[in-house]
Nanobody
C-alpha cells in the first residue's frame, strides 16, 4: 500500500490550495484518513482527519486542529481511496510539509500508512 500526496506549492497569504492523497495497492478498505503537517520550529501536528462511517461512499466524521477550523475542509471518496484537503485563507504560519495518513486494511490487517509529504509555502 502506498499513499501519494500532491498539490502543495507557493501561495500568497489569503490564497487557497487543494491537497490530494491517493492510496493504491492491495486495499480492502480504509478507516481514518487525514493530514498532518510539520511546520518550521514545531513538531508534527494533526491538521484534519476524516473517519469513514459504515460503508458510506464519501463523507465521514471530521476533526480539525483549532488553528485551521473554518479555513480548511477535509473530504474523501472511498471508491477512489482518495482524501483531499481544501485550504482557504492561508496564513504564513500554515507553511510546512503536509503528510497524508491512512488507516488501511491491506488484505491481511489494519495498518497505518503515510505519504511522502508535500510542501506548502505561504508567503508574499
Amino acid at each position: 500500500v502506498q499513499l501519494q500526496a500532491s498539490g502543495g506549492g507557493l501561495v500568497q497569504p489569503g490564497g487557497s490550495l487543494r491537497l490530494s492523497c491517493v492510496a493504491s495497492g492491495s486495499i480492502f478498505g480504509t478507516r481514518a484518513m487525514g493530514w498532518y503537517r510539520r511546520t518550521p520550529g514545531r513538531t508534527r501536528e494533526l491538521v484534519a482527519t476524516i473517519l469513514r462511517v459504515g460503508l458510506a461512499h464519501d463523507g465521514g466524521i471530521t476533526d480539525y486542529a483549532d488553528s485551521v477550523k473554518r479555513r480548511f475542509t477535509i473530504s474523501r471518496d472511498n471508491a477512489k481511496n482518495t482524501v483531499w484537503l481544501q485550504m482557504n485563507n492561508l496564513k504564513p504560519e500554515d507553511t510546512g510539509v503536509y503528510y497524508c495518513y491512512g488507516r488501511i486494511h491491506n488484505m491481511q490487517q489494519w495498518d497505518d500508512y503515510w505519504g511522502q509529504g508535500t510542501l506548502v509555502t505561504v508567503s508574499s
